[in-house]
């Protein structure tokens, strides 16, 4: 099988988590080969020793970040992350790609165009997702809000109930999808009838421990949706499981120096998809509190901008997952990678999320007694240093977070990915030597399911 990780390069932990994925389906030796459209972390595939194939158009760093300020929900949600003459100009040679490469399988994150193209050469989309971008999460009434935008009278929205607002608005949005359905259109394609229902795919992937993210896995398999006319048939989801960046290298030095220290120590991960306000902010504020703070700044400032305090470090990039376990508490945009990290290195945390679903990711932890979450609107020196203080002094978030990580690290999510795309590859081949007919690629999934769903607990029960 040759399966195509088509991630959107310039999301480091999104990268991070198809190369992962990529290594295992590849030592099960399917043929696994990454197609770009452009970024900053195609480094990330090729150190790992996958061919990076361009496929035009080349999306500029500009575009990119026109990209991630809509997805912070910057941008008028009217539109979407693409338009519709944009899509023209991105779906025909994706599909001619997938033709030329002989694809079986497309495996992507935010690639959206992806979501037509395979369509145009009959091969299915694996989709990755957080649990908390996912209709079973809507459906369990878990919403967890924090607003985008910052205007006037923002903090009133504390005042009402935006979490049950949000559940009942979320399965019926229809935004982004206009420009999709309108190329579908054109195209002679199925029209989507939500944007939970473009963004399942065919099979979507969950990436979260069904402890945490609170959804049995049997309820994952079978699920069908609360709210069907939304949907074009009902989603097929399946457990992969916590899948976050393992960037090769070691704890640079200058990070463990600044660690060497009896104050509270703080690592902050802000991702790739925060903004240079909400990260500087942090930074100057932690600059001003007694402790010792690591920022791991990626691409969002540029050098002139970064050290500030001989109590704040900022460093454009390390192995994540070996300094954040040096730290008494993590700062996270929530990001399903950071989270899963902070609940790997057994870290507490104090969540700023920019947008929807990073608020749910947050908000798996807080559920649970392991963090909190602040909104960057209202983010200030005294709600911070309260938050930071109070996950130091209060003993029970961090026995909360270590027994967290007791769960997610029995899980390894890479492997069950991989197992997940496997299955129904096997289910093609039998189907395909006993001259078998299949509607769609969900009911392979669907008929596949328990066999799959053993595997896994199985591996669980091992772990």
Not at 319 to 341: E, R, S, Y
Request: proline share 7%; charged share 20%; net charge negative.
């Amino acid at each position: 099988m040759k399966i195509i990780c088509f991630p959107h390069f310039y999301y480091l932990s999104e990268a991070s988590r198809l190369v992962e994925i990529g290594k295992v389906l590849r030592n099960l030796g399917h043929e696994v080969q990454f197609f770009s459209h452009g970024g900053m972390y195609e480094w990330v595939a090729r150190g790992e020793g996958f061919e990076v194939v361009p496929v035009e158009p080349q999306m500029t760093a500009e575009r990119a970040e026109e990209f991630k300020a809509f997805n912070r929900g910057e941008r008028d949600p009217r539109g979407s992350f693409f338009t519709f003459e944009e899509l023209k100009e991105y779906v025909p040679p994706e599909a001619d790609a997938f033709r030329e490469a002989r694809a079986d399988a497309v495996l992507i994150g935010w690639n959206l165009p992806s979501y037509l193209s395979v369509q145009l050469v009959d091969i299915p989309i694996i989709v990755q997702q957080p649990g908390p971008f996912t209709a079973p999460f809507f459906d369990r009434g878990m919403t967890a809000f924090a607003p985008s935008l910052k205007f006037p009278g923002v903090n009133l929205l504390r005042y009402l109930p935006m979490n049950r607002i949000l559940t009942w608005l979320v399965p019926r949005l229809q935004i982004w999808i206009g420009p999709f359905n309108q190329l579908a259109a054109d195209l002679g394609l199925p029209q989507y009838k939500s944007l939970l229902d473009m963004m399942a795919g065919d099979l979507t992937l969950v990436m979260d421990a069904p402890e945490i993210l609170g959804v049995p896995p049997e309820d994952l398999v079978h699920y069908q949706p609360r709210h069907p006319e939304f949907f074009r048939r009902p989603p097929t989801y399946r457990y992969g499981g916590p899948c976050f960046a393992r960037i090769p290298g070691d704890v640079p030095k200058r990070v463990r120096q600044h660690f060497e220290t009896s104050k509270t120590k703080v690592y902050c991960s802000m991702g790739t998809s925060t903004t240079p306000e909400v990260l500087s902010a942090i930074i100057d504020i932690v600059g001003d509190l007694d402790l010792r703070a690591v920022i791991g700044a990626t691409t969002i400032l540029d050098e002139s901008s970064r050290d500030r305090s001989d109590r704040v470090l900022v460093v454009p990039h390390f192995p994540a997952h070996l300094v954040n376990p040096l730290a008494d508490i993590a700062i996270t945009h929530g990001g399903a990678g950071t989270v899963q990290t902070a609940i790997h290195a057994g870290t507490p945390l104090v969540g700023v999320p920019m947008h929807l679903e990073q608020a749910g990711n947050i908000s798996l932890v807080q559920r649970q007694g392991a963090g909190v979450m602040l909104w960057k609107q209202s983010l200030s020196r005294r709600r911070l240093s309260r938050a930071l203080e109070k996950l130091v002094t209060e003993s029970s978030f961090k026995e909360n977070m270590l027994r967290l990580k007791q769960i997610q690290d029995r899980i390894d999510g890479a492997t069950n990915a991989a197992q997940a795309i496997r299955v129904v590859d096997e289910a093609l081949d039998q189907l395909a030597m006993m001259e078998g007919r299949v509607d769609s690629f969900a009911d392979i999934a669907v008929a596949s399911a328990d066999r799959l769903l053993s595997a896994q607990e199985t591996n669980a029960a091992n772990a």
